[in-house]
């Protein structure tokens, strides 16, 4: 069995959505798997766990 995942909801403006799946469109991602990217990136550079 694989680790349990947790899901996390964002609320934006349609506008910045569109933007944002486009640019995950031009690296051949969905807008959930960049998000998911971006998420664990973040934490990688800021946390000191």
Same mark, same amino acid.
């Given at each position: 069995?694989? %680790?349990e995942k947790?899901? !996390?909801t964002l609320l934006i403006d349609n &506008? =910045?959505?569109e933007k944002f799946k486009k !640019?995950?469109?031009e690296q051949n991602r969905t807008a959930?798997? !960049?998000g998911t990217k971006l =998420?664990? &990136?973040y =934490? %990688?550079?800021n946390c000191k766990d």
């Open positions: 069995m694989g %680790k947790k899901r !996390l &506008d =910045v959505f !640019l995950a469109q959930g798997n !960049l =998420v664990i &990136d =934490v %990688k550079e």
